[in-house]
């Protein structure tokens, strides 16, 4: 079980990309967040096993309009109980 937070940057404001994650980490069975933030880029932490995680970024790559150019990522320390993967507001 590993934890990352990444910053996301390319086509993904404006164009579903929040949603897409929120379902696609569901379907996985992964935990964590997403919002946009002010400077365009997206983003995110993410929780469950490697495989998955590596799965859901493919996914969410292969929405209509997403195009994600970098991925700035980074393990950090879990977070006990979370339960679900949820959309917030902009930062």
Known sequence: M????MLISGDV???GFRYRANY?????GLTGYVR???DGKVELEVQGDR???SRFL???DAGSFIHIDD???KEIGLVEDERSFKVLHSL
């Open 24 to 28: 696609v980490a569901q379907s996985l």
């Open 2 to 5: 590993i934890r990352k937070h």
């Open 36 to 38: 946009n933030r002010y």
């Open 71 to 73: 991925i700035e990522s």
């Open 51 to 53: 495989d998955s995680i």
């Open 13 to 15: 404001q404006g164009v």
């Open 58 to 60: 493919g996914m969410v």
